[in-house]
């Protein structure tokens, strides 16, 4: 007997690579509001901005994708994060140091090229 289930497999990857992604991001949401705001500015826009597009990568977005709501436009904010983190800020670090951030840009590349599957907001829209 042969199954495949391809929406529950994307249900299972949406869950798993936000939630996790959660864990980098919310310990950074009170940094926001820490007076000055230290945090790195690996692309030059400033302390502020940088921690503000960190947030919407590794927060919001991340939200979006595991309730499936806009969920190829919500894996770019992460996917463009992780980059960031792996071929800027870790650019010099060994692969070992770089695969976290790696395995979430892959993840994030396949929920992109898939879509959110049947179990999410935006499988249930007919």
Do not use: Q, W
Not at 41 to 67: N, Y
Not at 87 to 96: E, L, P, Q, S
């Amino acid at each position: 007997m042969k199954k495949n289930f391809p929406d529950l497999a994307l249900l299972i990857l949406r869950l798993g690579a936000g939630g996790l992604m959660l864990t980098h991001g919310i310990p950074k949401i009170n940094m926001l509001f820490a007076s000055p705001i230290k945090f790195a500015d690996p692309i030059g826009v400033g302390e502020t901005l940088s921690l503000i597009f960190a947030l919407i990568g590794e927060v919001v977005a991340p939200i979006f994708i595991i309730i499936g709501f806009k969920t190829k436009i919500a894996t770019i904010p992460s996917i463009i994060t992780m980059a960031v983190a792996a071929f800027i800020v870790h650019a010099n670090d060994d692969i070992g140091t770089k695969e976290k951030a790696l395995l979430f840009i892959i993840c994030f590349v396949a929920i992109f090229l898939a879509g959110a599957g049947k179990y999410s907001i935006d499988g249930t829209k007919k």
